[in-house]
């Protein structure tokens, strides 16, 4: 099993940035592909972001597309998201997830792990 434990959320304003964070524990030497997802209040949960497991692709959604950036460090099990110019809209809990193939893209159904989800608010 791994586990998955998200960090980095918070409060800020229009125009700023945030990292999150999101540590793998366990059995990483099964970790593959690694994504980001969204959940909004009152909206369904939405692909952000995916890497893969050596981190050479990366793949966004349209709505974060030149202003969010995955990345990841395997010496630490760790992926990352670097949110810049953030918007009232990028209001969500953020979730981790972490896929057994090397490259997984935009379907939940894709993952087989999940963090606790991380809150980023955005403020106006």
């Known amino acids: 099993q791994v586990q998955l434990v998200g960090s980095g959320g918070g409060l800020v304003q229009a125009g700023g940035s945030l990292r999150l964070s999101c540590a793998a524990s366990?059995?990483?030497?099964?970790?593959?592909?690694m994504g980001w997802f969204r959940q909004a209040p009152g909206k369904e949960r939405e692909f952000v972001a995916a890497?893969?497991?050596?981190?050479?692709?990366?793949y966004y959604a349209d709505s974060v597309k030149g202003r969010f950036t995955i990345s990841r460090d395997n010496a630490k099990s760790t992926v990352y998201l670097q949110m810049n110019s953030l918007k009232p809209e990028d209001t969500a809990v953020y979730y981790c997830?972490?896929?057994?193939?090397?490259?997984?893209?935009?379907?939940?159904?894709?993952?087989?792990?999940w963090g606790q989800g991380t809150q980023v608010t955005v403020a106006s």
């Open positions: 997830a972490m896929a057994k193939t090397y490259y997984a893209g935009t379907y939940q159904r894709e993952y087989d792990y």
């Open positions: 890497i893969s497991k050596s981190g050479d692709l990366t």
């Open positions: 366990g059995r990483t030497s099964s970790s593959g592909a």
